[in-house]
C-alpha cells in the first residue's frame, strides 16, 4: 500500500521535474537572447520596459514569466565589487526587493550558497544548483540555479541565475512522508499486540485455557482493526485517485442513504442506538455522482454518530433538497460551535443535503478544524469496541470534494455532534426546486 503511494508521488514528482527540466532550457534560452541583444549585453539588459532598447521583446518576455531570473556579470574572481546583476526579471526584482534594474549582487543577494553557486557558474564555468529559503512572514523554498553564459564581448564573465519555487513541492513531499509516517505506526500497533499474544500463548499460557479463549478474542479484534485500517488507506488512495475526475452517474442520495441506514441496522441494534431517517421522495435528491463513494459518505457519518453515541440515544438522518449553500451549511444547534471543513469553490445553485445528528459526547470548539486531518483523533473519547481509524471524515472529505460539494460539523461538548455533507443537485432537479427545510 505505502509502496503504491509512493509510485504514484513519485511518477508525479517525475512529471513535474520533466516539465520544469524543459521549462529552465528555454530559460537559459531566452537569457542568451536577452545578453546578444545587439552584441551589447548591458544595453540589452538595462532598460527592460523601454521599447526602444536592444532586446526589448526578450526583456518583456523575461518579465512576464513567474519564475524570478537575474543575469549577472563578473570581472575578477577575487573582488566582490565586480559581481553585478545587469538583468533582473519582474519576479526576481518582486523577490529580491530590487527598485534597481541594475546593481551590486551582494547588496542585492546575501545568501552566501547562493553568491557560491554564482561563483561556480561565472569564474568555475560550471552548473551549480543550492536551496534558497526567502526570509519573510511567509516563506518560500526555491531552488537557485546558476549557469554559464557566453562571455561578453569585453572580456566579462556573465551567468544566468534562476530560481524555481519549490515551496509546493516540498510540502507534498512532507505530507507524503508524515502520512507514510502515520500509516505504519497505526499498522504496527495492532501487530505489536498480535506478536505479544502469540508469544505468550506459546510460553506460559500454552496450557491456560481461559487466558487462551480471552487472547484470541483479543487478537481477532486487533486483526480486525488491521483489516479495517486496510479498507480505509485503499478507500482513501483510490478516491485521490480520481478526485479530479468528476463523476458522471446520476444518483438519488435518498436511496444511497438508505442503503447506508439498512447495512448499519444490525450495529444500531447491538448497540441500542435507533436510527431513525427522514428522506425525501425518491428520484427528487438526484445528484451528478458515484453510487459506492455517496453510500460511503453516508455510512462514514452514520457509523461516527452510532460509535459516539450513548446507549439508548438516537441518531437522525436526514436528506433535504433543494437547498442553496447558505442554508445548506446553516446551523441547528443554536449552542454549539459551527466550522465548515469543506468549502466548495463555486457555492452557487441548489444542493442535496444530507445532515446525520447525534445525541453524542460533543466535540470541543478547538477540536473541530483538525477533524479531516489523517488519523486525527479526539483525545480521551468513548467510541465503544470499535475504535476509529482517524480515516473516516479524511474520505467524506475527499468524496464531497471530487462531487464539488462542501461539509459542515456543528458541535458542543455534552450535546452531541451534526454532519452535514452538501453535494450540487443534477441539473433537472435544480430547476424544481422541492422546499423541504426544516
Ligand atoms: P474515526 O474512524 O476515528 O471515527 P473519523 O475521521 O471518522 O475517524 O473521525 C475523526 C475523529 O473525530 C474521531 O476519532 C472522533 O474523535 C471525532 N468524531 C467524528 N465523528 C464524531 C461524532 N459524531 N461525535 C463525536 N466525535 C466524533
Redesign the pocket.
Known amino acids: 500500500m505505502a509502496a503504491f503511494g509512493l509510485l504514484i508521488a513519485s511518477g508525479q514528482l517525475a512529471v513535474v521535474a520533466g516539465l520544469a527540466g524543459a521549462v529552465f532550457v528555454a530559460v537559459v534560452a531566452l537569457a542568451l537572447l536577452l545578453v546578444a541583444g545587439r552584441g551589447d549585453p548591458v544595453a540589452a539588459t538595462r532598460e527592460p520596459d523601454d521599447p526602444q532598447a536592444a532586446g526589448a521583446p526578450y526583456a518583456r518576455l523575461a518579465n512576464a514569466l513567474p519564475d524570478p531570473i537575474l543575469v549577472i556579470s563578473g570581472g575578477a574572481a577575487e573582488d566582490l565589487s565586480t559581481r553585478r546583476y545587469l538583468f533582473a526579471n519582474r519576479a526576481a526584482r518582486e523577490l529580491f526587493r530590487l527598485d534597481q534594474e541594475t546593481g551590486l549582487l551582494v547588496a542585492a543577494i546575501r545568501d552566501p550558497q547562493v553568491l557560491e553557486a554564482v561563483d561556480e557558474a561565472l569564474f568555475g564555468g560550471i552548473a551549480a544548483d543550492c536551496v534558497y529559503e526567502s526570509p519573510g512572514v511567509q516563506p518560500k523554498t526555491l531552488r537557485a540555479h546558476a549557469r554559464p553564459l557566453e562571455t561578453a564581448p569585453e572580456g566579462g564573465r556573465l551567468a544566468l541565475l534562476a530560481f524555481r519555487d519549490e515551496t509546493e513541492l516540498r510540502q507534498v513531499e512532507r505530507t507524503r512522508a508524515d502520512f507514510l509516517a502515520n500509516a505504519s505506526h497505526e499498522l504496527r500497533t495492532p501487530l505489536a499486540s498480535l506478536a505479544g499474544f502469540i508469544e505468550t500463548l506459546r510460553g506460559h499460557a500454552r496450557q491456560d485455557e481461559g487466558a487462551r479463549d480471552r487472547f484470541l478474542a483479543i487478537m481477532q479484534a486487533q486483526t480486525e482493526r488491521m483489516n479495517r485500517l486496510i479498507d480505509d488507506l485503499m478507500s482513501l488512495s483510490r478516491i485521490e485517485l480520481n478526485e479530479h475526475v468528476a463523476p458522471g452517474d446520476r444518483v438519488d442520495l435518498a436511496r444511497a442513504v438508505m442503503d447506508a441506514v439498512d447495512a448499519a441496522a444490525p450495529l444500531a441494534r447491538q448497540r441500542d442506538v435507533r436510527l431513525v431517517p427522514d428522506l425525501p421522495q425518491a428520484g427528487t435528491a438526484s445528484v451528478v455522482g458515484d453510487r459506492d463513494q455517496l453510500v460511503q459518505v453516508a455510512q462514514?457519518l452514520i457509523d461516527?454518530?452510532l460509535?459516539?453515541s450513548p446507549d439508548g440515544g438516537a441518531v437522525g438522518i436526514r436528506v433535504l433538497v433543494a437547498l442553496t449553500a447558505v442554508h445548506a451549511v446553516a446551523g441547528e444547534r443554536p449552542a454549539a460551535a459551527r466550522l465548515s471543513l469543506l468549502t466548495p469553490d463555486r457555492a452557487e445553485g441548489l444542493y442535496a443535503v444530507l445532515r446525520v445528528s447525534?445525541q453524542?459526547?460533543?466535540?470541543a470548539r478547538e477540536n473541530l478544524p483538525r477533524?479531516?486531518e489523517r488519523f486525527?483523533?479526539?483525545e480521551g473519547?468513548k467510541?465503544g469496541e470499535r475504535a476509529?481509524?482517524?480515516?473516516?471524515?479524511?474520505i467524506v472529505k475527499h468524496i464531497a470534494n471530487r462531487h464539488r460539494g462542501g461539509l459542515v460539523v456543528e458541535?458542543a461538548p455534552g450535546q452531541g455532534?451534526t454532519?452535514t455533507a452538501y453535494l450540487p443537485l443534477a441539473p433537472e432537479n435544480a430547476l424544481r426546486p422541492v422546499a423541504k427545510m426544516s
Request: hydrophobic fraction near 30%; charged fraction near 10%; avoid cysteine.
Open positions: 462514514n461516527n454518530a460509535k459516539y447525534d453524542g459526547s460533543g466535540i477533524l479531516s486525527y483523533r479526539v473519547q467510541s476509529g481509524t482517524g480515516l473516516g471524515l479524511a458541535s455532534s454532519f
